[in-house]
Each structure stands twice: as C-alpha cells, then as structure tokens.
C-alpha cells in the first residue's frame, strides 16, 4: 500500500521561505512520477510542480516558476518542495501525490495516490 506523508507546512510573511517534503512509503521514490499540488479557499485543486522518476524532467506551474524548485531525495524516500518568495496568493492546502510511471502529468485525475495535505498561509 502506498502511503504519502506530507510536512513542512506553517504560517508565514510575504517574501518568507518555506520547505515541504512528502514521505512516500510502499514505492521507490524513485519509480513513480510525483507532484505537488494546492488548493486555496473555494478554488479548484491546481498542479504547482511535479517530477519524473527519475527527477530530471521537471513542471511547474506558470506562478511558480523561479520561485519554487521540486526535487527528489533517494535516500530519503521523499520528494521536497522549496518555495521562495512566498506570496498570499500561494496561501493554499497543499497536498503531495503520486503515480506509477516516470513521466510527470498535470491533471490530478491521473494521480491515484495522495497524502492529506498541509497548510500555507502567506497574510496579505
């Protein structure tokens, strides 16, 4: 059974940092595509970056780019999510998911397996 675990998530100022990670159990970190996605209040869930198999082919979200970097750790087990310059528009839910294969997918339909997600908030 494959199990997601997300972490990292808290209460921070505009232009602050932040580090997610998702710890996936059942699976290679290393086998399966990963994403991280977010939900904010009464919108609908959107792809922020996701990664292949192997973590060399790479999306993100258009809002995101050059701000938030996804990477893989092997040895962990663990797929990350740094975002920098933080915004109150990423104020979201944001929840880790996989699936098996190695290429990266935006729609979330394509993901079977999620964690319960963690929340950021970025005060306007």
């Known amino acids: 059974q494959v199990q997601l675990v997300e972490s990292g998530g808290g209460l921070v100022q505009a232009g602050d940092s932040l580090r997610l990670s998702c710890a996936i159990s059942?699976?290679?970190?290393?086998?399966?595509?990963m994403a991280w996605f977010r939900q904010g209040s009464g919108k609908a869930r959107e792809v922020v970056a996701a990664?292949?198999?192997?973590?060399?082919?790479?999306f993100y979200t258009e809002s995101v780019k050059g701000r938030f970097t996804i990477t893989k750790d092997i040895a962990k087990n663990t797929v990350d999510l740094q975002m920098n310059s933080l915004k109150p528009e990423d104020t979201a839910l944001y929840y880790c998911a996989a699936r098996q294969g190695v290429q990266p997918v935006s729609a979330p339909g394509l993901y079977p397996w999620w964690g319960q997600g963690t929340q950021v908030t970025v005060p306007s």
């Open positions: 990664t292949s198999g192997s973590g060399d082919t790479t």
């Open positions: 059942g699976r290679s970190v290393s086998r399966v595509a």
